[in-house]
């Protein structure tokens, strides 16, 4: 067991949010590769961040545009979606 001081072990900076996305949209097509073959689950996955980063942008929601292209950058790293 290891105790954390306010309930975390890192602070969330934007370079850290956006790494721990990038590997959520990475383990996301991992998962979809090795379970679901040529699904078209990663597609919708990737639309609905697409939706996701224009809606953000439009409401000038910073944050979420920016988590929203670091799953797909993500998800860009291991295939051609």
């Known amino acids: 067991s290891i105790p954390h001081v306010g309930g975390g072990s ?3 900076t934007k370079a ?3 790494f721990i996305h990038f590997h959520k949209g990475r383990s996301y097509a ?3 590769e090795k379970h679901h073959g040529d699904s078209d689950l ?3 996955y990737v ?3 697409r939706r996701r980063m224009l809606v953000a942008a439009l409401s000038f929601g910073l ?3 920016r988590r929203a292209r670091a ?3 993500g998800v860009a790293s ?3 979606v």
Request: aromatic share 8%; glycine share 0%; charged share 40%.
């Open 30 to 32: 991992l998962y979809v």
């Open 78 to 80: 291991l295939s051609r």
């Open 47 to 49: 639309a609905k961040n």
């Open 10 to 12: 890192t602070t969330r």
């Open 71 to 73: 799953k797909l950058r």
């Open 63 to 65: 944050s979420r545009y």
């Open 42 to 44: 990663l597609r919708r």
């Open 16 to 18: 850290v949010s956006e």
